[in-house]
C-alpha cells in the first residue's frame, strides 16, 4: 500500500498505522453479526445495510492486519456466535428455536478463519510462522470472546454483547491482549490448553456448538449442575469450553441437551443450519488448506444466500 510520501510498500495498513485500524474494529465490532447478514430482529443492532460475504472478509482481513484490532472483531464475532447458539437454546425451551440463528453463527465463525487465514497467507513469513500467528491470534480472540461473554451487557435479551462502551480497548486489557500502555502483548497459543481447533473442523464446531447451548441453559438455571458429568463441573460451575474434550462433548451433550428439553433431532437441525452458514464462505476459508485467497477471488454470489426456515422454502433474511 502506499507510504506517506507517496511510495509504494508492501507493509499492511496494521504495520503503517495500528491506530487506525484498533479505531475501525472498535467502531466494528459491535456490527459483526450485521457483517454476516443476520436480520435486524435477530440483533441489538440497526441500519447497518447490506454488505455481502466478499466485503465482510475484506474488512475482518484489514482488521487483522494489527493483532490487538484482529483481536477485538474476532472475539465479538465469536461471543456474538455464542450468543445465538444460547438464545436459540433458552428460546427453544419455549418452542420458539429460530433455526436462522445457526446460520448467523456459522457464518460468524468462518468470517473469523477467512480473515485471519488470508491476511496471514499474504504476510511475508514461512508457512508454519503463518500458522502459528493464525494460532497466536485465534488464542486472543477465544480470550477476547470470553471476556465479552461472561463480563458485559448480560441484562440483556439473550445476553447480546453490542454497544460502543463493550468494544473499547478496556476489553483488549480485560482479556490481556494489550497492556497497560496500549502495546499488544497477545495470549500463548497454548494457555490454559486452549484447542485453536474448536471452530475449524466440523466436529468440533459443532461441538462448540453444544457447549454453547449447555452454558446458556446452565447459566441461566434452567441444567443443574448435578446433571452434568462430575468432571464437567468446577465450584458448582460449567467449566470452560476448552476444558472438556470433543470426545466428550460428542458422547454426552446431545442426551443432556435432550434432557433438558431440546430434543437430538431439533439440535441436529441447528447444527447442519450452522454448518451450511459455515459453507456460505467454505470455497475462500482456510488457508492452512490452501483455499482461494478471498482479497483477490472472484466469489460466485455478491449477497449472503438465501436462508431457509423451518417448513423448507427460502426467505432472504
Known amino acids: 500500500m502506499p507510504e506517506p510520501g507517496g511510495s509504494l510498500s508492501d507493509r499492511t495498513l496494521g504495520e503503517i498505522n495500528p491506530r487506525a485500524v484498533q479505531s475501525f474494529s472498535e467502531a466494528l465490532a459491535p456490527y459483526a453479526s450485521d457483517m454476516a447478514g443476520a436480520d435486524e430482529h435477530a440483533t441489538p443492532t440497526h441500519g447497518f ?68 487465514s488470508s491476511a496471514y497467507e499474504n504476510e511475508r513469513m514461512t508457512e508454519q510462522a503463518a500458522i502459528d500467528s493464525r494460532n497466536q491470534y485465534r488464542s486472543d480472540a477465544f ?20 454497544g460502543p462502551i463493550v468494544y473499547s480497548a478496556g476489553v483488549l486489557v ?35 456448538i453444544r457447549y454453547n ?22 465450584n458448582g460451575t460449567l467449566n470452560e469450553r476448552n476444558s472438556i474434550s470433543d470426545t466428550e462433548l460428542t458422547r454426552e451433550a446431545t442426551w443432556i441437551l435432550a434432557d433438558a428439553g431440546i430434543p437430538r433431532d431439533v439440535q441436529g437441525t441447528y447444527l447442519i443450519t450452522a454448518a451450511a452458514g ?25 449477497t449472503w444466500s438465501p436462508l431457509e426456515v423451518d417448513d423448507g422454502t427460502t426467505h432472504s433474511e
Not at 475482518?60 to 465479538?76: C, E, R, S, V
Not at 482479556?175 to 502495546?183: L, N, P, T, W
Not at 495470549?187 to 468440533?204: A, C, N, W
Not at 492452512?288 to 483477490?296: A, G, L
Open 174 to 208: 480485560d482479556s490481556e491482549i494489550i497492556d497497560a500502555e496500549g502495546q499488544y502483548v497477545g495470549r500463548p497459543s497454548g494457555i490454559d490448553g486452549l484447542d485453536t481447533s474448536m471452530y475449524l473442523t466440523e466436529s468440533s464446531a459443532q461441538n462448540t
Open 49 to 116: 445495510g447490506d454488505l455481502g460475504p466478499v466485503p465482510a472478509t475484506r474488512v475482518f482481513t484489514l482488521l487483522d492486519t494489527d493483532p490487538a484490532a484482529g483481536a477485538l472483531i474476532n472475539g465479538a464475532a465469536l461471543a456474538q456466535a455464542t450468543d445465538f447458539d444460547r438464545r436459540f437454546a433458552l428460546d427453544q425451551l419455549g418452542g420458539e428455536g429460530k433455526y436462522t440463528y445457526g446460520t448467523y453463527s456459522g457464518r460468524l465463525q468462518s468470517l473469523v478463519e477467512v480473515g485471519l
Open 213 to 234: 447451548m449447555l452454558r446458556g441453559l446452565s447459566d441461566s438455571e434452567h441444567l443443574e449442575a448435578s446433571t452434568l458429568p462430575i468432571d464437567w463441573i468446577e
Open 278 to 302: 459455515s459453507q456460505d464462505l467454505r470455497n475462500i476459508i482456510y488457508a492452512d488448506q490452501r483455499m482461494v485467497n478471498p482479497v483477490s477471488a472472484r466469489y460466485s454470489s455478491a
Open 143 to 162: 480470550a477476547v470472546a470470553q471476556t465479552l461473554v461472561t463480563g458485559t451487557v448480560t441484562a440483556l435479551p439473550g445476553g447480546m454483547v453490542t
